[in-house]
Nanobody, 122 residues
Framework: QVQVVESGGGSVQAGGSLRLSCTVSGLTFNALNMGWFRQAPGKEREGLSC???????YNLASVKGRFTISRDSTKNTLYLDMNSLKPEDTGMYYCAAGASCTENLLLRGGYWGQGTRVTVSS
């Protein structure tokens, strides 16, 4: 049974930091492209960052220099380190396991978790 579980969300003030985690089971983690996307209130889903099984990474322009994606294959876990958070980063953050990972950050297919909520106050 495939499970994708996000954690680490919370409420922070602008300028703060959070680390999101995504743990995957039931799949061969090393063979997976992994990514993060978010959905802000009233907005469409937006791909943020992804890392391919081979280590290539792609990042949305608005989060470059602030968000860093990484993976730990020994723990079957994907991370998103978020710094200098802004109110516009508020939303539900989802992990995509096995989705496409290309420059367009569409993150098609794969398995998604239930999300973790991030709230950034000004």
């Amino acid at each position: 049974q495939v499970q994708v579980v996000e954690s680490g969300g919370g409420s922070v003030q602008a300028g703060g930091s959070l680390r999101l985690s995504c743990t995957v089971s039931g799949l061969t983690f090393n063979a997976l492209n992994m990514g993060w996307f978010r959905q802000a209130p009233g907005k469409e889903r937006e791909g943020l960052s992804c890392v391919s099984w081979s280590g290539n990474t792609y990042n949305l322009a608005s989060v470059k220099g602030r968000f860093t994606i990484s993976r730990d294959s020994t723990k079957n876990t994907l991370y998103l380190d978020m710094n200098s958070l802004k109110p516009e980063d508020t939303g539900m953050y989802y992990c995509a396991a096995g989705a496409s990972c290309t420059e367009n950050l569409l993150l098609r297919g794969g398995y998604w978790g239930q999300g973790t909520r991030v709230t950034v106050s000004s």
